[in-house]
């Protein structure tokens, strides 16, 4: 297959809500007496892609692929050191904090742990209300009314608004970070580990939910996890990241039954099954993720992969585009 420029990759007629194009993020490594640069932590490397509106695009990957850090960038959380990020086909890359203030109340995020996101002594009703305060010119009437709505669209009781977060369970106060999130209408949401901090019945109620309320408002989702199982109940793309850079993305339904790249068979084959009779070839990963300081030259993930042959070692593979939506950088299958 034919290797395409990155900027191509997913393009369909449905609207395009966010795009990235080759996104990077580089932290400075400072050493010496002078605490001059003597290096980069190389978080994102390189990353393109972009969301339709109303889908879900499910981004996994080890710990210290760069998840995490994609998603503040496209938020503007962190500043990017190269690249483009376009939201409605607006360029936000670079935007001051005034312009930016009237496009954060279409985007918003819920992050991995609620009880560290929340000031404790704010209460639940405070904390729905600032971001109205903030964003709308509501009346308190109205703000009042509106934290009502949101806390029984998310299954709490609307006497829960005076209460305060410690007096809530680790699903009740995801509840409450999803009900902050959606209080001034965004078009798009981030959900960084939005559900590893919870008991796994816990889990698919919050996921049942933000499928729910995906469909009542007309989201759009950034579900960024660790966990692929997790982002197969709720995703509708999927894209793997390996040390910074997207190393497959595709339809859900593409990833878990034909998997191409060598990583992402691994993190499919580490999914415990409850077939015990069902026979399945398990891919073991050799070492541990390599620094992003210090990567592999050619592919990144060469050092680890039991395909890797000599060419990997000199060139880094680009996406390549397999047909139907399915993007893998690999050089295995290079013309």
Partial sequence: MATVDEKQVVQTDQETIVKVEDL???FPIKGGILKRTIGHVKAVDGVTFDIKKGETLGIVGESGS???TLGRMILRLLEPTEGKILFQENDITHLKNHKMRPIRKDMQIIFQDPFASLNTKMSVEQLIEEPLLIQTNMTKKERKEKVKELLEKVGLRASDRLKYPHEFSGGQRQRISIARALAINPKFVIADEAVSALDVSIQAQVLNLMSDLQE???LTYLFISHDLSVVKHISDRVGVMYLGRLAEIAPKKDIYENPLHPYTQALLSSI????????RETVHLEGDLPSPSNPPSGCAFRTRCPMAHERCAVDRPEL???GEGHYVACHLYDE
């Fill in 272 to 279: 415990p099954d409850t077939d015990v009779d069902r026979e």
């Fill in 216 to 218: 009542d408002f007309g």
């Fill in 320 to 322: 390549q585009h397999m």
């Fill in 24 to 26: 990077k993020k580089y």
């Fill in 66 to 68: 760069g998840k995490s």
